[in-house]
Structure formats: structure tokens, C-alpha cells
């Protein structure tokens, strides 16, 4: 498996989920930020598949992803983005392991679950990018109020004969 690097920039398409790229290319952060993005998000990563030690490929693929560089890649996707990514589909990334599990498919050990997750991660994220489109776009559209209907208290109206006003002899006689 091994990785390629481009070395041109590619121009974003046109399609939804993309402004919200540009824009936060527009915002690219600064080293320190940089450094501390990819320190949470290996923090994360070893946390929740118990690796203690990263291989240089993953390392390397990860700065790929982060540069824009790895090959099929549209656009760089920042360390923050791919942890809130993994954070967001942790639920999707767990049943698709119980899944691989049930089907047989086995991984040789955590890093290789991993490779496999960050995969799936990566084909999301024109996904993720029109869900946070949605949830900013709900977050500034003004509030509807409530309807705000009245409760009329009434007191239902007993059209019915009470019992002792019906005569049995009378409806016999009328048979």
C-alpha cells in the first residue's frame, strides 16, 4: 500500500458542503495551533483504539490529509475537523466493526482498525461538511413561536335520558 503525494493544488467543485471548506481554508491556523490539533487528536485516537504507539505511515498519511496532499484527496482537512469527525461517527465506526466481526473479517491488530476507520472518516467528509451546513444554518434561522392556543374549559353536555325517565313498560307495549 503505498502512498502518493500531489503536488498541485486542486480548485474546490462546486457542490454543496464546499463553502463551508472554503471558508475554513481562508482560516488556516496557526503552527502552534497546528501542533496542539494534532496532539489532541493523537490523544484521542489512543485512547479509544488502546494504541500506544503510532506507525510513521499513519503519521505521515495523517499529515498528508492534513496538507491536502494524499492522493484522491479534494481539499486539506484540518486535525480538528478529523477529530470532531471521529467523534461524530464513533457510533457509525463501532457498528461497522460489529458488522466486519459478523461477516469475518478480522484485523491483525488495533492499528489496522484504524487505517480502516480513518478510511471511512475520509469518504464522510463531504457528508459532514453539508451537516454542519445544516446544524449552522438551524442554529441561525429565527425560532418559530409557539402556537399559542387557548385551553377552553367547558363542561360536556349530558344530552342522554337519565334512567329513571325511560319507561319499560311503554317501549314493551310499543313492540
Same mark, same amino acid.
Given at each position: 500500500m503505498g502512498l502518493e503525494v500531489v503536488s498541485e493544488v486542486v480548485s474546490m467543485p462546486k457542490q454543496p458542503g464546499f463553502s463551508k471548506a472554503n471558508s475554513m481554508l481562508k482560516k488556516l491556523p496557526t503552527k502552534k495551533k497546528t501542533k496542539n490539533d494534532k496532539k489532541e487528536l493523537l490523544s484521542y485516537l489512543s485512547?479509544?483504539?488502546?494504541?500506544?504507539?503510532f506507525n510513521k505511515v499513519f503519521v /505521515?498519511?495523517?499529515?498528508?490529509?492534513?496538507e491536502g496532499t494524499?492522493?484522491?484527496?479534494?481539499?486539506?482537512? #484540518?486535525?480538528?475537523v478529523l477529530?470532531?469527525? /471521529?467523534?461524530?461517527?464513533?457510533?457509525?465506526?463501532?457498528?461497522?466493526?460489529?458488522?466486519?466481526?459478523?461477516?469475518?473479517?478480522? /484485523?491483525s491488530n488495533q492499528q489496522g482498525i484504524l487505517d480502516y476507520d480513518l478510511a471511512i472518516i475520509l469518504s464522510k467528509h463531504s457528508d459532514y461538511l453539508i451537516v454542519? +451546513?445544516? +446544524?449552522?444554518?438551524?442554529?441561525?434561522e429565527p425560532t418559530k413561536p409557539q402556537s399559542t392556543a387557548k385551553l377552553v374549559n367547558y363542561? #360536556?353536555?349530558n344530552n342522554a335520558v337519565s334512567n329513571d325517565e325511560i319507561n319499560i313498560? +311503554?317501549?314493551?307495549?310499543?313492540?
Open positions: 485512547g479509544v483504539y488502546s494504541i500506544t504507539y /505521515f498519511k495523517l499529515e498528508y490529509i492534513h494524499l492522493q484522491n484527496l479534494q481539499l486539506p482537512i #484540518p486535525y480538528s477529530l470532531d469527525m /471521529f467523534r461524530y461517527y464513533k457510533n457509525d465506526l463501532e457498528k461497522q466493526r460489529v458488522y466486519n466481526k459478523k461477516i469475518g473479517k478480522k /484485523f454542519l +451546513e445544516d +446544524e449552522k444554518a438551524r442554529a441561525t363542561t #360536556p353536555v313498560d +311503554e317501549m314493551l307495549e310499543d313492540w
